[in-house]
DNA sequence: CGCGACGTTGATTTGCCTCAACGATTGTGG
DNA sequence: CCACAATCGTTGAGGCAAATCAACGTCGCG
């Protein structure tokens, strides 16, 4: 069983000693939600960042009209949080679903602030990771401008098979930007072309 | 005339000394470019990113309809690359055009690097410019997702004043992911709204 | 079994696109 | 400084992809 420090900072990539271990650990705290659950409401301070170790989520808004419509989805390895509240020190706007019964670690600003103080290299890894989530933001832009939803539910299935198998439709349907109707209609028309 | 490295490095915030300015100045190079100019080609290696001293660019890319999607504007005090290339160590697949006469400071990662190792607080610094713009890009999506044409020009117009004045109308339209021809119907039924 | 959640199907509407033509504005050479 | 072309923006007619509205299967579960 490795430790959740490892876990989170890629233990083959920054070889932490114990006592970094240590540190880390207990600036992180373990939390468990149960499917269904409204891990953060909209409106509200911002207090945290989730590290998902097991189980599968959700941010998503509900716009003026009464609709959902789904940010990002996250599973074991992801982060998931407002990051539009908490990066630009907001109330949420976004709503933090789990989807699938979870493990997660959560973090302040302060405390992760304090692992990078104390680990540089953590930092780094960190800053790492956020230049390649801010990228496949950008490919996904790219994506819902220039691509029909067809060519984008493909696109969805490929890139996440293990998504897919772990929620429902709609929430893909919220996603991709249309509705549960239309992407009944195109897994319709996908189910034909390949008989 | 305030330096380049307390330019891009916030003077008020991270109050460099001679000596780190001298070090990051050493690893820019400035670089100017015609209104007109492609920077940046698609199918190319991305060795820079690019800091705007002065002018407006974009980065667009060319769908397989043959038309242009506008991901990103920039003017002074901004960043430019093809970041989703950039990041996950691809070839280009954006267009960088120079969309009014700009000086910019380019820099390789490699170089980067070096600024973040010598001088870790600019690593700090980067890395919160980096979130901000992560949760910038996840308001566009939404934006995308669940507002009108109508709103999104609006929430444009609003937000980036400066580059509505800079670009034309149909690089707007491109970024918002609508036709020449509905954006200049949206702004008709706007100039009548207000008289 | 019966209920609620989820997914599908059909009929109709709508927001935006396409295609085509025509003004307006800008830039350039005589 | 004007003439002309090129670029940019506007307008109209018609079409299409996806939304909306409404009804009906289907699956899982108390």
Known sequence: ?????????????????NDEVSFIEA???KVYFQKGTIVLDVNQQIDYQYYVH?????????????KEHTIQFAIKGWWISDYIGYF????????????????????SKEKAEEIFDNIPKTERFIRHKLERSF??????ILANLSLPAKKRYLNFIHDYPTIEKSVKNYHIASYLGITTESLSRIRKEIAHRIS
């Open 135 to 140: 990228a496949s933001f950008q490919k996904r």
């Open 54 to 66: 097991d189980g599968c989520l959700r941010t998503y808004l509900i716009s003026d009209s009464g």
């Open 1 to 17: 069983m490795i430790s959740i420090a490892r876990e989170i900072f890629d233990h083959n990539q920054l070889k932490l000693t």
């Open 88 to 107: 630009l020190d907001q109330k949420s706007i976004l709503c933090i679903e789990c989807l699938e019964d979870a493990i997660l670690y959560k973090i």
């Open 27 to 29: 600036r992180y705290k």
